[in-house]
């Protein structure tokens, strides 16, 4: 053997005597085979599980849907019962009669393959299954197999179980039934909303026709509304909801197009075709009708089936205090609508009103006027943020400004007593965006305070205050009071008000400074009680009240100066002299198409908006020779309806006293009787009076009118208005005496200045 011959023999013998490397403990237990085996194994006790399931699960012999329909019932807060709602309204028809494109409109809205497919879309399925899991709820991806079996076999609950059982039962039926008897199933099962199931239903609750009568249009329409019936109902819909189900028409259309169940030339000629209006279920009508449907708004926006509602059993309490709210309706007839008359004067038929009074101690609606109700007015009035809320949102800046601990542009602290210049279209300073608003009826304010432009609504002086406070935060303090920010701009007109808001929301803002700056969500509905698997559940609802998003001090201060416009400014004739202690805001929109009064106690909060609505159409129109007068401003008809309301159901509470913490605005009771001035100062105090101090501060440049206290106003004096200053409506300013605009001091004889709500 040679050399060489010997070294591989004696390296093929150290490779034989080396000892092998152990393998690690997680590579012994997750080898690929292990993992393969495993992964396979998991399949296979998959796929016997849901053999077994399938053998097991048998297709119900019968639908359960008759057996669960029962009525909803509505209760007021004491109890009584205030409506019946949920009779049945159904009519089963054979798909012969239903159009071919119109049964087409069904399969192109919610599933193109339903022809081709075999009952069950499992991605979808399994998309919802793991949704159901991580607890978000339901979701789509249903077949139209899938959907009839749980409208018609099942329940609509959201398990897994649940889900596993539609599966498998979509599966029979799709091979048992065949496609016409599901289709046929599916469309005269399914919930269309006004209270109509099937297609026959819904072709007379919407058109007032036959199934058979019906257009391909017509039939994308129902189709469309099954996604959200609610939501999508043209009548009931918001400006959103209505842009949706159009869209969803057009989707469904376009599909048709796709699956060539339509031509391209019969597209091109289709319109969508606008429902009738629906007619009220037996027992809503008047103001039922807003509070029912009111009620079911808010449950669907908290969580519930609509679907699952609509079968009926549920139990609903609202807030609604039976006597306050008769007491609201009889206030709107005295002080609205006995003094109309749509025969002799025209506009008279343009006036709608709409109010929320809230407590602001529980957040719960007390009473809410709506309108003419159902089928004279479908809209909410109450509800409705299509209107300008005007000077009302004014507060809302000076919170923001004191909130924010915001400055003058000559760096002075925003509060009651600031010093600001409310000179007429004054251009606001520090802008980006050219402002100069109009104070009403183009009046000249010179140096005055805050206080005093509150209680005058001066334009001036809050466009250059919500420059001063920032846009953007004045933007996110009226969101966080409960408005609503999507129709709100950060631009130099918010301040006058040129958002839209609802009596609703606006009671809410006002509720949550009455209540001390904790945040007040007005709601409706107190208490939902439903039956699952036999036994009575109780709905789990939000909470009204939620956390402070503005500091006591802040809303103490606002609280007090609004007792200003009350007793010495735009409310003074209406409000003042009522038995109880309250203070509010009033507001007139641009061409006076909407005004308004909010307005609260220590225990009430209640927004009365006025609305000038064209009978025809429902465009915006002017309220101006409502009732037979000039204008209509917020402290006329809305105020007087106000007070009217609060003395019936306030009047014997007059004990009942505001809790302050704060050393700011007109509820503060002054330290020192003023000296009366007939001239103002040359020479303005920057930074206000000091705490505590009456106001006005400072008067007009004009010669002030005095008041019988010989104390000065903050109004211009007949002599100086007599020459006729004009009288169209400005946006965003108020007057008093329901239209005073001829040089009035809207005073009412003056006001003292201890004559002042009790605060402590």
């Not at 000559?410 to 965006?433: A, H, K, S, W």
């Not at 200003?564 to 002299?577: E, L, R, S, W």
């Not at 609505?613 to 105020?639: F, H, I």
């Not at 001035?677 to 400072?698: C, D, E, L, Q, V």
Request: aromatic share 6%; with cysteine.
């Amino acid at each position: 053997m040679g050399r060489a011959e010997a070294r591989r023999a004696r390296q093929g013998s150290a490779r034989r005597t080396k000892p092998k490397q152990g393998k690690s403990g997680i590579r012994r237990l997750f080898t690929w085979k292990k993992i393969l085996g495993t992964f396979l194994g998991v399949c296979l006790l998959g796929i016997l599980g849901f053999i077994g399931l399938y053998l097991y699960v048998d297709v119900p012999d019968e639908g359960n849907r008759d057996a669960q329909l029962q009525s909803n019932v509505f209760k007021y807060a004491d109890g009584k019962v205030m409506a019946r709602v949920g009779q049945v309204n159904r009519e089963s028809v054979p798909l012969e009669r239903i159009p071919k494109d119109v049964q087409y409109t069904f399969v192109a809205a919610e599933n193109k393959t339903f022809f081709d497919d075999s009952g069950v879309d499992l991605k979808g399925t399994a998309r919802g299954i793991l949704n159901t899991l991580m607890g978000r709820g339901k979701q789509g991806g249903s077949t139209i197999t899938q959907q009839y079996v749980k409208n018609y076999y099942l329940s609509q609950e959201q398990t897994v179980s649940r889900k596993l059982q539609e599966i498998v039962i979509s599966l029979k039926v799709d091979n048992k039934l065949g496609k016409d008897k599901i289709l046929a199933g599916y469309i005269n099962t399914s919930y269309y909303g006004r209270g109509a199931y099937g297609i026959q239903a819904a072709a007379q609750a919407y058109y007032g026709v036959d199934v058979e009568k019906l257009t391909v249009s017509q039939g994308a329409y129902l189709a469309s509304l099954l996604q959200a019936p609610n939501q999508y109902d043209w009548t009931l819909a918001t400006k959103d909801g209505r842009k949706r189900v159009q869209e969803r028409w057009a989707y469904t259309l376009d599909n048709m197009v796709e699956m060539h169940w339509l031509s391209k030339e019969e597209r091109a000629k289709q319109r969508f075709q606008v429902p009738k209006r629906p007619k009220p279920l037996p027992g809503l009508t008047g103001q039922t009708s807003y509070l029912v449907a009111e009620a079911k708004r808010e449950l669907y926006a908290q969580g519930v089936d609509e679907k699952q509602f609509e079968r009926g059993g549920w139990t609903v309490t609202l807030g609604i205090q039976k006597d306050k709210q008769k007491a609201l309706e009889k206030a709107v007839q005295r002080k609205l609508t006995d003094d109309l008359n749509p025969k002799s004067r025209k506009v008279d038929a343009d006036a709608q009103l709409g109010a929320t009074s809230v407590d602001p101690k529980t957040g719960h609606i007390v009473a809410m006027y709506g309108g003419a109700g159902y089928p004279k007015h479908y809209t909410n009035n109450a509800t409705r943020s299509d209107y300008q809320p005007a000077s009302t949102f004014k507060p809302l800046i000076l919170a923001s400004a004191m909130e924010n601990n915001a400055v003058t542009q000559d760096g002075l602290p925003i509060n009651p007593n600031t010093i600001y210049d409310g000179r007429n279209r004054r251009p606001v300073v520090g802008g980006t965006i050219p402002f100069a608003p109009p104070n009403e009826d183009e009046r000249e304010y010179g140096k005055i305070s805050v206080q005093t432009a509150t209680n005058n609504s001066v334009n001036a002086v809050f466009a250059q205050m919500g420059q001063d406070a920032g846009l953007e935060n004045v933007k996110k303090t009226a969101v966080s009071l409960g408005m609503d920010g999507s129709k709100m701009e950060a631009r130099p007109a918010m301040t006058l008000g040129s958002m839209g808001a609802s009596p609703l929301q606006m009671a809410g803002a006002y509720a949550t400074l009455d209540n001390h700056g904790k945040k007040v969500t007005p709601t409706l509905v107190t208490k939902a009680v439903h039956p699952v698997d036999g036994v009575d559940t109780e709905q789990q609802l939000k909470d009204p009240i939620g956390e402070q998003v503005l500091s006591r001090e802040t809303a103490d201060t606002i609280t007090s100066v609004l007792a200003g416009v009350v007793n010495d400014g735009t409310a003074t004739t209406a409000v003042k002299n009522t038995a109880y202690h309250a203070v509010g805001k009033t507001g007139t929109s641009d061409d006076n198409k909407s005004a308004w009064f909010v307005g609260y106690t220590p225990k009430l909060v209640t927004a009365v908006g006025m609305f000038g609505e064209s009978p025809k159409g429902g465009a915006q129109v002017t309220l101006k020779g409502t009732g037979g007068g000039g204008r209509v401003n917020g402290g006329g008809y809305p105020a007087q309806v106000w007070a009217a309301y609060n003395e019936a159901v306030l009047g014997g509470s007059v004990g009942a006293d505001f809790d302050l913490e704060t050393d700011l605005g007109a509820g503060v009771p002054p330290t020192s009787t003023p000296t009366p001035s007939n001239t103002p100062s040359s020479t303005p105090t920057p930074s206000g009076t000091p705490s505590g101090s009456p106001t006005p501060t400072r008067t007009p440049t004009s010669s002030p009118s005095q008041s019988e206290s010989g104390r000065p106003t903050g109004r211009p004096s007949p002599s100086d208005s007599s020459s006729g200053p004009p009288t169209g409506g400005t946006t965003g300013g108020d007057t008093t005496d329901g239209g005073t605009t001829d040089g009035g001091t809207g005073q009412d004889g003056g006001a003292e200045p201890n004559s002042l709500p009790n605060f402590h």
